[in-house]
């Protein structure tokens, strides 16, 4: 390598005249890909190539290389084939959580969801919103013996068949929920249970329920046996929506009428994160 390179700034953003130099040497490739998932991240929907090379000042051979090994690792996906826009998967996004885990943040949120597990005696789930979708990032089993779901961490949310994605759904316009569930897609007949929306009447006719009742309510929709409720995180300054807190259980456990009982707990440990403000923001 030569005295230029070891003159430049590692900060510095590389210029198109330092192309062919910045290219062959492994800190400028690391800062050019790391560079195209931060851009992503702050589009949910996505960027033509030509605006990941502008923006980041990129030459497009070069977005073309770094984007295309960026898909082949599985972190960023290409909607519509050739021509079509990057957007980030769930990859990184599971690799965010499992540090939030790892790291304790979401600790702060944990005794709360503890102490509503206990008083449950089922699973409770804490779930953020990323883009167009939303994963799981934190939990609390309160089941002490029988049939216990608790799968794992980060994984993205099924909208129309959950009792969190439609909680989630139902704090927007109608418009803008159809639009997602049916991005995401209702699923085939055998997929869910037997009583999750198939399409965009059934679910609108849950939502507004979800709407009266201030929480979401499902039984036999995402899995035949379970049973969930499900209501928003707000900001207690803002009343931005951060997040959604859920209950699950087996229905033989937790049948409609318990569920029912259960809501109000649900709601109030809601607020209580909200007010605590700990609840990592989609920033899409």
Known sequence: ???????????SRPSVAETDEVSAAPSGI?????????????????????????????????????????????????????????RLTMKPVSVAFRFLASCGITDFAQPVLDRLAAESG??????????GSLSWIARAQGGRSGLKYDPDMGQAAHLSST???LAWLATMPDAAAL??????GYGSPDEFGPNAPRNSKALLSVLKATRQRGFS?????????????????R??????????????????????????????????????????????????
Not at 1 to 11: L, V, W
Not at 122 to 131: C, H, Q, T
Not at 179 to 184: I, P, T
């Open 1 to 11: 390598m030569n005295s230029k390179s070891h003159s430049r700034k590692p900060a």
């Open 30 to 86: 690391m800062e050019r890909t790391l560079a195209i998932i931060e851009l992503l991240s702050h589009h949910g929907s996505g960027l033509p190539i030509s605006s990941i090379s502008t923006m980041l000042s990129i030459p497009l051979s070069a977005s073309h290389r770094l984007t295309s090994d960026l898909q082949a690792l599985g972190y960023i996906q290409q909607e519509g084939g050739s021509g079509g826009r990057y």
């Open 122 to 131: 089922e699973l409770v789930r804490l779930a953020v919103p990323d883009g």
């Open 163 to 165: 009792a969190t994605g």
């Open 179 to 184: 639009r997602l569930a049916e991005e995401q």
């Open 217 to 233: 309510l499902t039984v036999a929709t995402f899995a035949p046996w379970m049973t969930a409720i499900a209501c928003v995180v």
């Open 235 to 284: 900001s207690g300054r803002t009343q931005e929506t951060l997040g959604t807190l859920s209950i699950a259980g087996p229905t033989l456990r937790l049948p409609e009428s318990r569920a029912l009982e259960l809501g109000q707990l649900l709601v109030e440990a809601a607020r209580e994160l909200g007010d605590m403000q700990i609840v990592p923001r989609d920033n899409g």
